[in-house]
């Protein structure tokens, strides 16, 4: 059974770093990309960027560029969903989700979330 | 950036009713879309693939339909486990955007 499994719910202080991730299983093969989407506080879905696992290659929404860190690590099925310096406004829940080399975006597979409160 | 304008954004169904969500993108994106649903809690569950494919196990209650700029998922018999917030997303150039939801309450 395919399952893309996220870390934990975190609470940080402003300023503060963080690294999300999400791990796969159920598939062996590194023929996949992996999205980063924002869901802010009521229903707006933001897509963040996405990473291909087999090769690290990265596209960040311009929205985000700069602001965060996608990256993958292929030997464990997992990508990565990095702040250097979090902000209030970061507050969100933040789900990755699969989609297959040959179709990148149409995902097939969704995390469970990861939910980020930043406060002071 | 594609703009992807769904409506309702919410609408009150019964259980057995047929319900339709139409979802229209800013400029052609082909097929290049999926439908997914989210309910508080658990992990999206993808439906539809290029516009009109279902993603294996989603039962044949879904069904989407659309091409270019105009697209629809319908619902043919709502279930209970039905009542959720339903998006499109299109995956035809980054980047990647969404409808902004349709919630279908009971």
């Known amino acids: 059974e395919v399952q893309l499994v996220q870390s934990g719910a975190e609470v940080k202080k402003p300023g503060e770093s963080l690294k999300i991730s999400c791990k796969g299983s159920?598939?062996?093969?590194?023929?996949?990309?992996i999205a980063w989407v924002r869901q802010l506080p009521g229903r707006d879905l933001e897509w963040m960027g996405i990473?291909?696992?087999?090769?690290?290659?990265?596209t960040y929404s311009p929205s985000f560029e700069g602001q965060v860190t996608i990256s993958a690590d292929k030997s464990i099925s997992t990508a990565y969903l990095q702040w250097g310096s979090l902000k209030a406004s970061d507050s969100a829940m933040y789900y990755c989700?699969?989609?297959?080399?040959?179709?990148?975006?149409?995902?097939?597979?969704w995390g469970q979330g990861t939910l980020v409160t930043v406060s002071s | 950036d594609i703009q992807l304008t769904q409506s309702p954004p919410s609408l009150s169904a019964s259980v057995g009713d047929r319900v339709t969500i139409t979802c229209r993108a800013s400029q052609g994106i082909s097929n290049n879309l999926i439908w997914f649903q989210l309910k508080p809690g658990k992990a999206p569950k993808s439906l539809i693939y290029a516009a009109s494919s279902l993603q294996s196990g989603v039962p044949s209650k879904f069904s989407g339909s659309g091409f270019g700029t105009d697209f629809t998922l319908t619902i043919s018999s709502l279930e209970p486990e039905d009542f959720a917030t339903y998006y499109c997303q299109q995956h035809n150039s980054y980047p990647l955007t969404f409808g902004g939801g349709t919630k279908v309450e009971i």
């Open positions: 990473v291909y696992l087999g090769d690290s290659d990265t």
């Open positions: 989700a699969r989609s297959p080399g040959y179709r990148s975006g149409s995902h097939d597979y």
């Open positions: 159920g598939f062996s093969s590194v023929n996949y990309w």
